[in-house]
C-alpha cells in the first residue's frame, strides 16, 4: 500500500494514499473508520462511499472523529459527535463518512481539528478565507463569547474584532 498520509484516531489509523482513495483499520467503537459499522477492522478497509479526490485526512488522536476534504472543496466527517464536532446540527455518531451539508457555493480549502479528550473542535477555511467552526466551545474555543457549550452546526466566525 502506497501512502500519502495518514491520520490516527482513538486507536485507529486512516491512510490517504496517493491517488486521493482511503484506507483505515483498528478500533472502531464510534465508527470513526468510515466502513459503515462499528466492528473493530482487524486489516485494511475501504471506507464506505465514493471518497475519491481527497486532498486532505484529518484525524483527532484523542477521541473518535474524522475528517475529509475533497478536491471540489466539500468535506465529509465520521465517528464520535458528542459535542456536535461532525458538523450535521445534531450530536449523533455516524459509521460513514457524510458530507456535511452546506451552501452548494461554498467551498471549503483547509481544515484542522483539536480538543481534549472528546471535546473536540473542527474548524474549516474556505475558499474566500473565512473561518468556520463546530463542537466544544471550552473557554472560548470558537469565539462565541460563551463558554462551557457546543455548536452542532459549522458556523461561520467572526474574527473582525
Known amino acids: 500500500m502506497s501512502v500519502g498520509s495518514i491520520a490516527i484516531t482513538y486507536k485507529g489509523i486512516l491512510v490517504l494514499q496517493p491517488d486521493g482513495t482511503l484506507r483505515s483499520w483498528g478500533y472502531n467503537v464510534h465508527g470513526q473508520l468510515g466502513v459503515g459499522n462499528t466492528t473493530n477492522q482487524l486489516t485494511a478497509q475501504i471506507p464506505s462511499g465514493n471518497h475519491v479526490g481527497v486532498v486532505k485526512l484529518i484525524a483527532h488522536d484523542l477521541e473518535s472523529s474524522a475528517w475529509i476534504l475533497k478536491s471540489d472543496g466539500t468535506i465529509y466527517s465520521t465517528g464520535y ?17 457524510t458530507k456535511i451539508q452546506m451552501d452548494d457555493n461554498l467551498g471549503f480549502k483547509d481544515i484542522q481539528s483539536f480538543g481534549e479528550n472528546t471535546k473536540t473542535v473542527f474548524i ?34 467572526d474574527t473582525s474584532k
Request: aromatic share 16%; charged share 15%.
Open 81 to 97: 459527535n458528542g459535542y456536535g464536532q461532525l458538523g450535521f446540527g445534531d450530536v449523533v455518531n455516524r459509521n460513514v463518512f
Open 124 to 157: 474549516a477555511v474556505d475558499k474566500d478565507n473565512r473561518l468556520w467552526g463546530c463542537g466544544y466551545n471550552a473557554q472560548w474555543t470558537l469565539g462565541l463569547n460563551h463558554t462551557y457549550s457546543y455548536k452542532t452546526v459549522l458556523t461561520l466566525l
